[in-house]
T-cell receptor, first 114, second 115 residues
Framework: GAGVSQSPSNKVTEKGKDVELRCDPI?????LYWYRQSLGQGLEFLIY????????KSGLPSDRFSAERTGGSVSTLTIQRTQQEDSAVYLC????????????FGPGTRLTVL | AQSVTQLDSHVSVSEGTPVLLRCNYS??????LFWYVQHPNKGLQLLLK??????LVKGINGFEAEFKKSETSFHLTKPSAHMSDAAEYFC?????????????FGAGTRLAVHP
């Protein structure tokens, strides 16, 4: 079956613009995670969804970052008023349940803020 | 708190020689540990995982890792490197304190394989 998909694969934007990144998890996976991979910070956890709720948003770096999930499926990560330090690869993962199950990763969205 | 330290940022080997990628962990719990691989412009792929069963864990593509509690280590090995093994490898520990499988990543080790 299909794996985790993310769109767009690449996004170039100007500083100050808003961007939306999309994640389609594997069908039936109730847990969804966003991570960020950047040169200076490595791979960082951003947010975790169980169904449509987000019990852990502790990794979101500022209030410019938000995420939602609808229908227990697709998730959107929104970055408002983008800054150059937001440039990174944003990775989405999903798992069947939350505890002890393998997380399957999407290919990521490479965001470049000029 | 959970953390992992990958002791080498870059490792270079010749094709056909053994691979050793080193990882030490810190965990307040009985840890779940993973190795993920990331090929250029590809997503992360799980190589293997340790979840308190056998201490020697076998993964895909001939990789294996040994959990050593006394040394707080989880080193990744492969007897004979192949050119296709060139990639970045991440040692990962799970933080279950939030009631779910939050992954804490090491900084990564870039493996180069030379002919």
């Amino acid at each position: 079956g299909a794996g985790v998909s993310q769109s767009p694969s690449n996004k170039v934007t100007e500083k100050g613009k808003d961007v939306e990144l999309r994640c389609d998890p594997i069908s039936g996976h109730t847990a969804l995670y966003w991570y960020r991979q950047s040169l200076g910070q490595g791979l960082e956890f951003l947010i975790y969804f169980q169904g449509n709720s987000a019990p852990d948003k502790s990794g979101l770096p500022s209030d410019r970052f938000s995420a939602e999930r609808t229908g227990g499926s697709v998730s959107t990560l929104t970055i408002q008023r983008t800054q150059q330090e937001d440039s990174a690869v944003y990775l989405c993962a999903s798992s069947f349940g939350a505890s002890g199950n393998e997380q399957f990763f999407g290919p990521g969205t490479r965001l470049t803020v000029l | 708190a959970q953390s992992v330290t990958q002791l080498d940022s870059h490792v270079s080997v010749s094709e056909g020689t053994p691979v050793l990628l080193r990882c030490n962990y810190s965990s307040s719990y009985s840890p779940s540990l993973f190795w993920y691989v990331q090929h250029p412009n590809k997503g992360l792929q799980l190589l293997l995982k340790y979840t308190s069963a056998a201490t020697l864990v076998k993964g895909i593509n001939g990789f294996e890792a040994e959990f050593k509690k006394s040394e707080t280590s989880f080193h990744l090995t492969k007897p004979s490197a192949h050119m296709s093994d060139a990639a970045e490898y991440f040692c990962v520990v799970s933080d279950p304190s939030g009631g779910y499988n939050k992954l804490i990543f090491g900084a990564g080790t870039r493996l180069a394989v030379h002919p």
